[in-house]
């Protein structure tokens, strides 16, 4: 009995993306020492423990005496900096045995360092530490969209209220059934300032994320099919119709109609980049200068390149295993 209790009273294991949880600032503890201690998201999360799902791009052992694991999680937005010790011996003995790049799910609890420079680094500790696959990660981004624009919703509506301190609280618990939630939402727009900024940047990156995952996955919009013309417009054709040859006309003279679908669409720089990647790499890594040299060749500019690459880094398309040598994941 004494067990349940227990799990029933574990926190909740929030799906938050990097790009959102690397911009938490807001940190708050309720009751004694033992009490727990929460980051404060710019959408209200008042998060304790986490649930992600990402690619580990770099793992490596910064203990001098204790071994002490440091790995790097991308997901589609950035990355998760995540730290195993003694503390967590299951998570540092996996980490130390796992083959990068791989793809990892992760449930673990949000910790803040403070060095004396006065700094703020938030990372997390891992509670448990499973290998996962594509597919996994497709749905976890998926998953953590949604529930992120469901908070980005909730933050919109109570900003254009115009309300503060009791009557805000009274319209988020009416807004959201979570009261931690409802807490956690009043204390982000209470300390975030420029607080549309930030949620316009969050926005990008979901767009981001989504885009992401439909590429990979090959998911491009289709046409639509058997679709009638208005009867009333006679010169306008099908586009699949061909073109009629008008008396006096010759066959050359006639052109098709331009049609959007006709216009192929230019891939971005960085997918280019990450296409030159998966070809020149065929197993053991490129050299950085090798990827660049290629990437101007295919017009692309410096500047567009640097940016690129670290754009497929940052999702995890591509990692570094040394110092100016880049791998396909």
């Given at each position: 009995?004494?067990?349940?209790?227990?799990?029933?009273?574990?926190?909740?294991?929030?799906?938050?993306?990097?790009?959102?949880?690397?911009?938490?600032?807001?940190?708050?503890?309720?009751?004694?020492?033992?009490?727990?201690?929460?980051?404060?998201?710019?959408?209200?999360?008042?998060?304790?423990?986490?649930?992600?799902?990402?690619?580990?791009?770099?793992?490596?052992?910064?203990?001098?005496?204790?071994?002490?694991?440091?790995?790097?999680?991308?997901?589609?937005?950035?990355?998760?900096?995540?730290?195993?010790?003694?503390?967590?011996?299951?998570?540092?003995?996996?980490?130390?045995?796992?083959?990068?790049?791989?793809?990892?799910?992760?449930?673990?609890?949000?910790?803040?360092?403070?060095p004396e420079d006065g700094?703020?680094?938030?990372?997390?500790?891992?509670?448990?530490?499973?290998?996962?696959?594509?597919?996994l990660r497709d749905r976890?981004?998926?998953?953590?969209?949604?529930?992120?624009?469901?908070?980005?919703?909730?933050?919109?509506?109570?900003?254009?209220?115009?309300?503060?301190?009791?009557?805000?609280?009274?319209?988020?618990?009416?807004?959201?059934?979570?009261?931690?939630?409802?807490?956690?939402?009043?204390?982000?727009?209470?300390?975030?300032?420029?607080?549309?900024?930030?949620?316009?940047?969050?926005?990008?990156?979901?767009?981001?994320?989504?885009?992401?995952?439909?590429?990979?996955?090959?998911?491009?919009?289709?046409?639509v099919e058997n679709v009638?013309?208005?009867?009333?417009?006679?010169?306008?054709?099908?586009?699949?119709?061909?073109?009629?040859?008008?008396?006096?006309?010759?066959?050359?003279?006639?052109?098709?109609?331009?049609?959007?679908?006709?216009?192929?669409?230019?891939?971005?720089?960085?997918?280019?980049?990450?296409?030159?990647?998966?070809?020149?790499?065929?197993?053991?890594?490129?050299?950085?200068?090798?990827?660049?040299?290629?990437?101007?060749?295919?017009?692309?500019?410096?500047?567009?390149?640097?940016?690129?690459?670290?754009?497929?880094?940052?999702?995890?398309?591509?990692?570094?295993?040394?110092?100016?040598?880049?791998?396909?994941?």
């Amino acid at each position: 009995m004494e067990k349940t209790e227990k799990i029933l009273d574990r926190e909740v294991a929030w799906r938050i993306f990097a790009h959102e949880f690397n911009r938490s600032n807001l940190f708050t503890s309720e009751g004694d020492e033992r009490a727990p201690n929460y980051i404060v998201t710019p959408t209200g999360v008042k998060c304790n423990r986490l649930f992600i799902v990402g690619v580990v791009t770099e793992v490596e052992n910064i203990g001098k005496e204790n071994n002490l694991w440091r790995a790097r999680v991308a997901d589609p937005t950035g990355v998760f900096t995540v730290y195993a010790g003694q503390y967590q011996p299951e998570a540092a003995i996996f980490l130390s045995e796992l083959q990068v790049p791989a793809y990892v799910a992760v449930v673990g609890k949000a910790r803040k360092y403070e060095p004396e420079d006065g700094s703020v680094y938030i990372s997390v500790r891992p509670e448990e530490i499973n290998t996962a696959n594509e597919k996994l990660r497709d749905r976890w981004v998926l998953d953590t969209a949604e529930r992120t624009l469901e908070r980005i919703k909730t933050i919109e509506k109570a900003l254009s209220s115009g309300l503060s301190g009791n009557e805000l609280k009274e319209l988020l618990l009416k807004e959201i059934t979570n009261p931690v939630l409802a807490d956690g939402t009043a204390r982000a727009i209470g300390h975030y300032k420029n607080l549309d900024k930030i949620i316009k940047e969050l926005k990008n990156a979901l767009i981001h994320a989504l885009e992401t995952v439909a590429s990979e996955r090959g998911v491009q919009e289709q046409p639509v099919e058997n679709v009638e013309k208005p009867q009333d417009k006679p010169d306008e054709r099908r586009f699949n119709e061909p073109p009629v040859e008008k008396a006096g006309q010759s066959v050359e003279e006639i052109k098709e109609p331009e049609t959007e679908v006709e216009k192929e669409e230019i891939p971005e720089p960085k997918e280019i980049i990450a296409a030159l990647i998966d070809k020149m790499d065929t197993g053991r890594g490129i050299s950085y200068s090798s990827v660049v040299e290629a990437a101007q060749n295919a017009a692309i500019n410096p500047e567009s390149v640097e940016s690129g690459i670290k754009e497929l880094m940052a999702e995890g398309r591509c990692y570094e295993p040394r110092i100016g040598v880049l791998r396909k994941v």
